[in-house]
């Protein structure tokens, strides 16, 4: 997988009540074919382009997405989370959600800029040169 670089959209997700009806909507409309993903005894699902390369994510508003608002979210990369999470705070954003790891790494910024709109902040991670070398 290729890396994303900093500043640009990474993903798009999309969190609801009814995945299965919205994927099926989304499905039809706009021709994309639906990838499960295992979540917790119930799939999520990557949404594919006709090439088969996953576009854009549909979730259920359950398990850890019980808080996300019910709106397309882009996913922007950027080069340090903490950083451009304080920033946006610092700048009129709102925190709607931070996810940590258990050591406490901050892996993703779920927030809102000054005009309301919901945004996601994902930082680019470097490849293992290891998957390159088989």
Not at 50 to 56: F, L, R, S, Y
Request: proline share 7%; charged share 30%.
């Amino acid at each position: 997988m290729e890396m994303i670089p900093p500043g640009r959209l990474g993903w798009l997700d999309l969190t609801v009540d009814a995945a299965p009806e919205v994927r099926d909507f989304y499905s039809r409309v706009i021709g994309w074919k639906p990838e499960g993903v295992e979540m917790d005894g119930y799939d999520d699902f990557n949404m594919l382009d006709d090439t088969g390369e996953p576009v854009a994510g549909i979730c259920h508003r359950r398990g850890m997405n019980a808080g996300i608002p019910p709106v397309w979210i882009p996913y922007f990369i950027v080069e340090d989370i903490e950083t451009a999470t304080k920033q946006a705070v610092r700048n009129g954003g709102e925190e709607v959600e931070l996810r940590r790891e258990e050591d406490g790494t901050l892996v993703l910024s779920i927030l809102k800029d000054p005009a309301g709109a919901v945004f996601a902040l994902f930082q680019s991670e470097e490849m293992d040169d290891e998957e390159d070398d088989d």
